[in-house]
């Protein structure tokens, strides 16, 4: 919900003419996904809600929360697939690691000799 109110933010703001953080910081829209304030009265409550902010976007901000879906939340995974190697791209990494684990046993890392085997 923190990433559509922050959007949510952005249009009033549009609308005035001013920065987002003037309409609502960052800490006053953390507490209002933790709070999820349902009337004017509990708006009112939260860090950075005076009576004239109140007034000017509870009509746009209330509504807005109490019908927020949980399943409208975006899911912001990343996927990320290690691309498989062919033997040429093999040859080089055992080089490598043959050399790590030959200066490893020179200068006597036990780190570097976790995975020797």
Do not use: H
Request: hydrophobic share 35%; with cysteine.
């Amino acid at each position: 919900m923190y990433v559509q109110l922050k959007t949510k933010r952005l249009e009033l703001a549009k609308k005035i003419g001013k920065p987002a953080f003037t309409v609502f910081s960052n800490k006053t829209l953390e507490e209002s996904v933790r709070v999820k304030p349902k009337t004017n009265k509990e708006l009112l409550k939260i860090y950075g809600i005076s009576q004239k902010k109140c007034e000017a976007y509870s009509i746009s901000i209330l509504p807005f929360i109490v019908n927020f879906k949980v399943n409208s939340e975006p899911k912001l995974t990343q996927k990320y697939t290690f691309p498989k190697l062919n033997n040429q791209e093999l040859k080089p990494c055992d080089a490598l690691k043959k050399l790590r684990l030959q200066i490893a046993n020179d200068v006597s890392f036990p780190f570097f000799r976790a995975n020797q085997k």
